[in-house]
């Protein structure tokens, strides 16, 4: 139970996708201007992530060695082109918003690099887990970082307005930039908290 | 060996079968309810078009009901022979055939249809599908003009793949905004519309500045625009300075 406990809460902060791995940055730039977009990316990928951890790890002991990355990709982009469907059938505003973002989850390190690391060596529930995990870890940055960005981009949090009337809104971080910015500095706070530094 | 490989080639069969039975299935059963969402987008555009609001009092986008009831209440859809210019009476786009219906183009049309929007019984502008290829993909898009037929009161485009930041910033209010007021006729002939790459001043009745990192879509745009005005104008020719036919 521990191990459990571990495992889905390594990623949320010393092991984060984002800040630590420097993984699914594209995604984090190009989704986080407002709060909405950027949830229901989070939700996306956690669920991609999640079910591709379980089902590859379900078949780990049959897939063939030399085709298991073919086979991961296949897992993986049947997922997201399954989530990409039921967007654009429920939530067919925000999915143009996103655009090709979800598409692109397929390419996302983190989905790939997971079922490569972890669920070819572990058990199901366990990789079930770790997906959780690591997609929370993916969610909480987006979450953090969207949130910035609505709030001193446009005013508002959640399309609920937060800031004074005469706020305007600084224009930088609605910008690609502002979001390498934002993402920099959060990169350099959480590894200064977590003393966690590259040696050489 | 040979048994090893057949292995592996059976597992990718398998696989790729199951794969693609869970997607076409998906796919089939969410069909109805994504092409649902495609249409009511459409028409919201054409409302956007015409200036109209598209969010309610509460400030949420309109839905199937809210649209469709303004459809029947102000706009009204004729259909135009593309070589005379003359009206198909009594046709809508409904009676067309598969073939024009599914036309990407205007080139590949021989009936074009035409929105009329109607105030206390009099037709106070007119909108028209628009589409033709950008960059990467073919944009689609419908075009208003005001009741006296010289001016353009709207643009707005509803499906594209062009590059997000980039072509992608055609949908953007900045870029769709400029066209409001543009000039399309004057001296009694069609003036070329010009998306410009290097920006155009405001106060430029036939220009508008094109989107930085954008050329090729914005190329796209002076093609299809100025070849559709030309294909309506056919029908705008005579029915300019009629009765009914208000100044803007």
């Given at each position: ?200 | ?74 706009i009204e859809e004729i259909i135009v022979d593309k070589e005379s210019g003359d009206i198909l009476e009594g046709k809508t786009s409904i009676d067309l055939s598969h ?146 036919v208000r100044d803007g």
């Amino acid at each position: 139970m521990a191990k459990m406990k571990q495992i889905i809460l390594d990623p949320l902060s010393d092991n984060n996708p984002i800040t630590i791995q420097v993984l699914g940055i594209c995604s984090a730039l190009a989704v986080t201007i407002k709060m909405e977009t950027a949830f229901v990316m989070a939700l996306a990928l956690t669920c991609v992530l999640t079910c591709s951890n379980f089902i590859i790890s379900t078949l780990r002991n049959v897939i063939p060695h030399k085709i298991r990355m073919i086979v991961e990709m296949m897992v993986i982009a049947s997922l997201v082109i399954l989530a990409d469907n039921v967007l654009k059938a429920y939530m067919y505003d925000i999915s143009r918003q996103l655009s090709i973002f979800v598409g692109l989850i397929i390419t996302n390190c983190i989905v790939m690099g997971r079922a490569e690391a972890f669920a070819l060596q572990n058990p199901p529930r366990t990789s079930l887990i770790d997906g959780l995990g690591n997609g929370l870890g993916y969610s909480i940055v987006l979450i953090i970082v969207a949130s910035i960005r609505e709030i001193l981009g446009s005013g508002t949090w959640y399309d609920i307005r937060v800031m004074p009337s005469f706020y305007e809104g600084n224009g930088l971080v609605m910008l690609a930039p502002g979001a390498f910015i934002i993402i920099g500095l959060l990169i350099w706070v959480q590894r200064s908290v977590i003393k966690k530094f590259e040696n050489d | 060996m040979f048994k090893e490989d057949l292995k592996t080639i059976k597992f990718a069969a398998i696989i790729c079968v199951v794969c693609s039975l869970i997607l076409s299935t998906t796919v089939a059963l969410l069909k109805e309810r994504q092409d649902d969402n495609v249409e009511l987008d459409r028409m919201t555009n054409v409302l956007k078009a015409f200036g109209q609001p598209i969010t309610n009092y509460d400030g949420k986008p309109l839905n199937k009901e809210e649209v469709d009831g303004i459809f029947a209440e102000h706009i009204e859809e004729i259909i135009v022979d593309k070589e005379s210019g003359d009206i198909l009476e009594g046709k809508t786009s409904i009676d067309l055939s598969h073939k024009e219906r599914k036309a990407k183009t205007s080139k590949d049309r021989t009936m074009l249809p035409l929105y009329q929007w109607i105030e206390d019984g009099k037709v106070t502008q007119y909108a028209f599908p628009i589409s033709g290829s950008g960059l990467w993909s073919i944009l689609y898009g419908y075009l208003a003009v005001d009741g006296s037929l010289t001016k353009f009161q709207g643009i707005t485009f509803y499906k594209h793949k062009e590059t997000p930041g980039m072509g992608a910033e055609i949908v953007k209010p900045w870029f769709q905004d400029q066209f409001r007021g543009k000039v399309f006729f004057k001296d009694g002939q069609l003036k070329r519309f010009e998306v410009k790459r290097e920006g155009a001043s405001p106060e430029d009745p036939h220009a508008v500045s094109g989107i930085s990192a954008a050329t090729m879509t914005g190329n796209g745009i002076n093609v299809f625009i100025n070849r559709d005005l030309a294909f309506y104008e056919r029908y705008f020719s005579k029915i300019r300075g009629k009765e009914g036919v208000r100044d803007g």
